[in-house]
């Protein structure tokens, strides 16, 4: 009898000893969760008992805040890249807005005929500008609209991209630029948008020549069973470009903002080629800014 009582002794003492462990480590975790509410320390809580689930309980709840912490540091940078992003939308309108209320002025109070014409002109410009700016914007909304969907046909991926680039003739010959083309000549047949593809050679294309310093090249071929079309340019030798962020909405690397371009071309050309189940990529190498497109080609039959 007296050993059963000894007995029961042992194991009531022992759960008394355990439970105040629990509640000592109950009580300083309380504590160290006020700590961290109130000043949003990157604390975490720690365990002194030698119990596997009060251990695993603080390993969990540690896990939480880490995964609270690290959504409180995207959204600050979202927010932070959101305020960057309407300031610098704000810039890029306002600019050809001011332009052309000063050219109207110009245009009103002159008389010349040949005056006249050269206002009408730039007035033309920066309105074409400015409804650039707005199509690029109102593509971007409508992307981000998780229904979205653009319809795919068969089509020629080639003579699309083919017709794409020989439009920008003129622009190269603005920039005294003659571009490093070499196109394959067999047929490209993918399931895509035709309007889409277009948009997302000519938006590479013009960032090629706003930022490509004295060379460009654009190469179009057959690479294991998908179209792949590459467009570079040369950089500036102290220009950074950050290949992680570059897809980004309204990212641009020129931080002087010497361009009226929204940052929205590359993010636009991502998500129709995306929408279209190709890939696009982007890479510094050999101080050469690369994009490479993949498209799947159509199977045959």
């Known amino acids: 009898m007296i050993y059963l009582v000894l007995a029961l002794l042992v194991i009531s003492i022992s759960l008394l000893i355990a439970l105040i462990h629990y509640r000592s480590q109950i009580r300083k975790n309380c504590r160290q ?5 109130k000043h949003s320390s990157n604390q975490r809580l720690t365990s002194e008992v ?19 912490q690290e959504d409180k540091i995207i959204i600050e940078r979202n927010e ?3 305020k960057e992003a309407i300031a610098n939308l704000s810039h890029d309108i306002r600019t050809p807005l001011t332009s052309l209320d000063g050219y109207v002025q110009l245009l009103v109070m002159t008389d010349s005929a040949e005056e006249k014409e050269h206002y009408l002109q730039i007035i033309q410009n920066r309105i074409s500008s400015l409804k650039e700016l707005l199509e690029e914007l109102f593509t971007y909304t409508k992307m981000q609209d998780q229904n979205y969907e653009l319809t795919i046909v068969p089509m020629d991926g080639r003579q699309c991209i083919c017709e794409t680039v020989l439009a920008f003739y003129e622009d190269f010959e603005k920039r005294g630029l003659t571009p490093e083309v070499n196109f394959c000549e067999e047929d490209l047949p993918i399931v895509a948008n035709e309007v889409a593809l277009r948009r997302v050679i000519q938006n590479l294309v013009k960032n090629a020549l706003v930022h490509g310093v004295s060379r460009i090249g654009l190469t179009l071929e057959k690479t294991e069973g998908k179209l792949h079309f590459t ?23 020129d931080k002087a903002r010497t361009s009226t371009s929204t940052g929205l071309g590359l993010a636009i050309a991502k998500g129709l080629i995306e929408r279209m189940h190709g890939t696009i990529a982007a890479d510094v190498k050999d101080e050469m800014f690369v994009i490479d497109i993949f498209l799947p080609l159509k199977e045959k039959g």
């Open 33 to 37: 969760l006020e700590v961290m509410q």
């Open 50 to 68: 030698p119990y596997k689930e009060v251990k695993e309980l603080v390993r969990r709840i540690n896990e939480i805040c880490n995964h609270y």
């Open 80 to 82: 932070n890249n959101l």
């Open 231 to 253: 467009c570079f340019n040369d950089k500036k030798a102290d220009e950074i470009i950050d290949v992680d962020q570059i897809f980004e909405r309204f990212y641009k690397g």
